[in-house]
């Protein structure tokens, strides 16, 4: 079975400040996809990031970056120049190639203070 | 393009009433999923479907839960006889693609959050 842990349930950093979020998975597949989801206090789930695991590069969106660490089994989260705009729960999720479904970590509750 | 529409937004039933959460998807996209979050927790998967199919349900629970995702309008997540520990907020999500395509894409909607008193 497939696992996320995202074993930092809260961080808080200072606007502007760059900050890393946490997240290892436990997997027997080969072909999968890694996703980090931003929730803000309206609850809509925004896609924030996403890596496939057959690629070496990893995956940038303007500010957010990821470390992509296969043999590790580490994705962490790297959000540099953070916003007020930042503060949200922050999901990792997995999935692989031909999965019906997304499995979630529990969440990191980020808060971007001015 | 309007998004995947979920409604109501906020469900107030009591204890032993009938939910029913529904979700449009966006336009184009013909597999539907259904996750859960309870309070301080991730998501759950519970349900994938396609057009008039139910393909995984494998995360849905057993009895009072089901779904549907008729030819015409939205999918239904229907709860009967509702208990306070099926409070929490219901997301459904779509994507144009098969997940044997490997895509793996998905819009989620608002969610829809169901109180039981």
């Known amino acids: 079975a497939q696992t996320v842990t995202q074993s930092q349930p809260e961080m808080s950093v200072q606007e502007a400040e760059t900050v890393t979020l946490s997240c290892t998975y436990d997997t027997s597949e080969n072909n999968y996809y890694l996703f980090w989801y931003k929730q803000p206090p309206s609850r809509q789930m925004i896609l924030v990031i996403r890596?496939?695991?057959?690629?070496?590069q990893n995956a940038t969106e303007n500010r957010f970056s990821v470390n992509f660490q296969k043999a590790a089994k580490s994705f962490s989260l790297k959000i540099s120049d953070s916003q007020l705009g930042d503060t949200a729960m922050y999901f990792c999720?997995?999935?692989?190639?031909?999965?019906?479904?997304?499995?979630f970590g529990q969440g990191t509750r980020l808060t971007i203070n001015p | 393009n309007a998004g995947v529409m979920q409604n109501p937004r906020h469900l107030v039933r009591r204890r032993g009433q009938e939910a029913r959460l529904r979700c449009s998807p966006m336009?184009?996209?013909?597999?539907v999923y259904w996750y859960r979050q309870l309070p301080e927790e991730g998501l759950k998967f519970m349900v994938y479907l396609q057009k008039e199919n139910i393909i995984d349900e494998s995360g849905m629970p057993k009895e009072r839960f089901s779904a549907e995702f008729p030819k015409e309008g939205p999918s239904i997540l229907r709860i009967q006889q509702v208990v306070r520990g099926d409070s929490a907020a219901y997301f459904c999500?779509?994507?144009?693609?098969?997940?044997?395509?490997?895509?793996?894409?998905?819009?989620f909607g608002a969610g829809s959050r169901l109180t039981v008193l």
């Open positions: 999720a997995f999935t692989f190639q031909g999965a019906q479904k997304l499995v």
């Open positions: 336009k184009g996209h013909s597999h």
């Open positions: 999500a779509s994507s144009p693609f098969a997940p044997s395509s490997g895509a793996n894409v998905l819009t």
């Open positions: 890596q496939e695991a057959y690629k070496q």
